[in-house]
């Protein structure tokens, strides 16, 4: 069964930095993209970044560029967002997904439970 | 700021259909496939459809999804108080090099 169980949320001051983690399972991990996607409170679903199965490429929404980076370690079938430079905008529920991407194709099949982050003071 | 067109509120008696359409431009949905998702509240998104109109095991095919040029639609037949959620479409966009959401639709089972 494929799992993804993201951590690290919490309560930032803005212009601050946090970690977010997602611990997959259940599958190859080594050998899909994943993306992060976001949520803010009442609002709908943005996607925030995505990277490749080996870690070469990674693309980013234009709000998050040159803040956020996007990582993974396939020893540790793990995925992470580096989120710098918060801003109160950036508050949200953060999605971790199994992302499916081919020429033309992309979606995502497998979702993480979330983890809330919060910027402010 | 969604670059797919949704309606923001649908509604239909239980057993009627609810058809949410998704208005996009060619750099998106004219061009690449289009998926949908279903949220309840308080949970994360699960895909309901993928590649336009193909069904994830489990998922009843009440469930609908197609495309003509750079519009798509999710049906839902046979409504169900269980429906009752929020729906997005979803694609990528080649111009921006990145997935895009829909505004997203919420279906009320009056």
């Known amino acids: 069964e494929v799992q993804l169980v993201e951590s690290g949320g919490g309560l930032v001051q803005p212009g601050g930095s946090l970690r977010l983690s997602c611990a997959a399972s259940?599958?190859?991990?080594?050998?899909?993209?994943m993306s992060w996607v976001r949520q803010a409170p009442g609002k709908g679903l943005e996607w925030v970044a995505n990277?490749?199965?080996?870690?070469?490429?990674?693309y980013y929404v234009g709000s998050v560029k040159g803040r956020f980076t996007i990582s993974r370690d396939n020893a540790k079938n793990s995925l992470y967002l580096q989120m710098d430079t918060l801003r109160a905008e950036d508050t949200a529920i953060y999605y971790c997904?199994?992302?499916?991407?081919?020429?033309?194709?992309?979606?995502?099949?497998?979702w993480g439970q979330g983890t809330l982050v919060t910027v402010s003071s | 700021q969604s670059v797919l067109t949704q309606p923001p509120s649908m509604s239909a008696a239980p057993g009627q259909r609810v058809t949410i359409s998704c208005s996009g431009t060619?750099?998106?949905?004219?061009?690449?496939?289009v998926s949908w998702y279903q949220q309840y509240p308080g949970t994360a998104p699960k895909l309901l459809i993928y590649e336009n109109n193909k069904r994830p095991s489990g998922i009843p095919d009440r469930f609908s999804g197609s495309k003509s040029g750079t519009s798509a639609t999710l049906g839902i037949t046979g409504l169900q108080t269980g429906d009752e959620a929020d729906y997005y479409c979803g694609t990528w966009d080649s111009s921006l090099s990145g997935f895009v959401f829909g505004t997203g639709t919420k279906v009320t089972v009056l």
């Open positions: 259940g599958f190859t991990f080594s050998t899909f993209w």
């Open positions: 990277v490749k199965p080996d870690g070469s490429e990674q």
């Open positions: 060619s750099s998106n949905i004219g061009n690449n496939y």
């Open positions: 997904a199994r992302d499916i991407l081919q020429m033309r194709i992309d979606h995502f099949d497998h």
